[in-house]
């Protein structure tokens, strides 16, 4: 079984050279921090800026320099800026190759639902809803089960949706799967140790298990 | 033409009750405090405020909640607000939540002059009830209506007495496209000069959008999240 940070790390290896990503917050915020040497991405944030890089000094703290997060971050060589319409519009076109988020619950159709719990103060949706809608590649990082032990991977999302089959990959403390819609849950790598009984058991919707399923490997 | 006010409170001056507002910033970074602090002091009341977020208890748009100033939030994130939750769980406060992508594009539809736009965010969801639904090349798309408001305050780096902007860093955020889209637009700035002093290849919001600015007395500038790494 991973911890989050083994997660992140899994996550990690599926950025590519070249690759601008958005990051969510939570878990996908770890995954720049265990990008492979050699392989450079632009992250993406998306109140207004490309070439984010990580927290400052003690000191060097700059108030109009904040990532989604509203966390004080740095440029790297290479940033840009611009505003909210513009960063919302090169993530509707398609310019973002990978954005990883978190999530309460994912459907075996590749709905997501990550906003809201009725009956508890909602928040909003910040721009989860404009980044499920428009990014092409979507992997979610979140744990199999949530606190009472009941299956986020489920048939039907029971919670209101944030976007409707959108999500291609998932990456939990159990499993890699795929999501695709009309099949489900299709079953790609086990977490170091874990079953495909123990992930069958954690997985409420239809999870499909073709062949042997390799161990992750996790550096 | 002059466009250069003495101060916030001769900027919002006729601004009044009811009024439909909005507000630039991300969070806590790049908001007019100046001017907030002037409709504070004006104590205008019912009003309608279209701003990414609500400020948290005590700085930004969490201060005109304290005194009741505000009707109805139309927002993306309102996480940060004791207060906001109080009003809102006890319906003195109405809210509007819009996704943000969303947001930012119905104040770029008023900058430029649309009166809706088709976006994909929100199809399939409780955002999409009542909205109407139409089909691009196999994708749905939900008509999204550009915004129309009263006045737009926003807060920029640099201006010019021609109500030229430059804004700094990640404070563009919403600041710009507002700056653009409100029917009387009002920016404070942290250096005001006189026309002819900026680049004007480095202008990101053309005088004509802007009708009065004033250099702020002071800004705080408060950081919502301080986050540090460990020097090595």
Redesign the interface.
């Known amino acids: 079984m991973l911890d989050k940070t083994g997660i992140a790390k899994r996550i990690a290896k599926e950025v590519k050279d070249g690759y601008y990503v958005n990051l969510g917050i939570g878990i996908p915020t770890l995954v720049a921090n265990y990008i492979p040497s050699g392989v450079n991405v632009t992250l993406q ?5 490309l070439g984010m890089g ?5 000191g ?14 740095t440029e790297v060589p290479g940033t840009s ?5 513009l ?3 090169m ?2 076109a398609g310019k973002v190759d990978l954005t990883i988020l978190g999530a309460m619950e994912v459907s075996e159709e590749g ?1 997501i639902a990550n906003w809201k719990i009725p009956g508890k ?11 499920v ?2 990014a092409k590649n979507i992997i979610v990082a979140m744990q199999h089960v949530n606190k009472a032990g009941e299956s986020k991977l489920l048939p039907k999302c029971t919670l ?6 959108c999500i291609k990959k998932i990456v939990t403390e159990l499993a890699v799967l795929d999501v695709v819609p009309g099949q489900g849950f299709i079953l790609r790598e086990r977490a170091p140790g874990v079953s495909v009984e123990e992930i069958q058991k954690a997985t409420a919707g239809r999870l499909i298990v073709e062949g042997d399923i390799p161990e992750m490997v996790i550096d | 033409m002059n466009k250069v006010v003495s101060g916030p409170d001769e900027a919002i001056r006729d601004i009044a009750d009811d009024s439909v507002l909005m507000l630039g910033g991300f969070g806590l970074c790049g908001i007019p405090e100046n001017s907030i602090a002037a409709l504070i002091r004006k104590g205008v009341k019912g009003l309608t405020c279209i701003s990414n977020n609500a400020g948290v208890d005590d700085f930004g748009i969490g201060l005109m909640l304290k005194t009741r100033q505000v009707k109805k939030m139309i927002s993306s994130y309102v996480g940060e607000n004791a207060e906001f939750e109080r009003q809102l769980l006890s319906g003195e406060l109405e809210v509007d939540l819009v996704p943000q992508g969303t947001l930012a594009t119905r104040c770029m539809a008023a900058a430029y002059g649309m009166p809706a736009v088709w976006v994909r965010a929100g199809v399939g969801t409780e955002i999409a009830e009542g909205k109407e639904v139409r089909n691009f090349n196999g994708i749905d798309y939900l008509l999204e209506y550009a915004f129309d408001a009263d006045f737009s305050i926003v807060k920029a780096w640099k201006g010019d007495t021609h109500g030229n902007l430059i804004f700094r860093k990640t404070t563009r955020n919403f600041n710009m496209q507002m700056a653009m889209a409100g029917r009387i637009t009002i920016a404070e700035v942290e250096e005001l000069v006189p026309a002819g002093e900026l680049d004007p290849d480095q202008i990101h919001v053309p005088g004509i959008y802007v009708h009065r600015i004033f250099q702020g007395s002071t800004y705080e500038k408060r950081i919502e999240q301080r986050t540090v790494r460990k020097a090595i």
């Not at chain 1, 800026?81 to 319409?85: E, K, T, V």
Request: hydrophobic share 40%.
């Open positions: 944030s998306e109140n207004g800026m990580p927290f400052p000094f003690e060097e703290e700059d108030p109009d320099l904040i990532n989604a997060g509203k966390q004080t971050v800026y611009f505003d909210s319409a960063s919302f519009g993530i509707r709905d103060m909602v928040k909003g949706m910040g721009g989860a809803m404009d980044l809608a428009a209101p949706l944030t976007g409707v089959r």
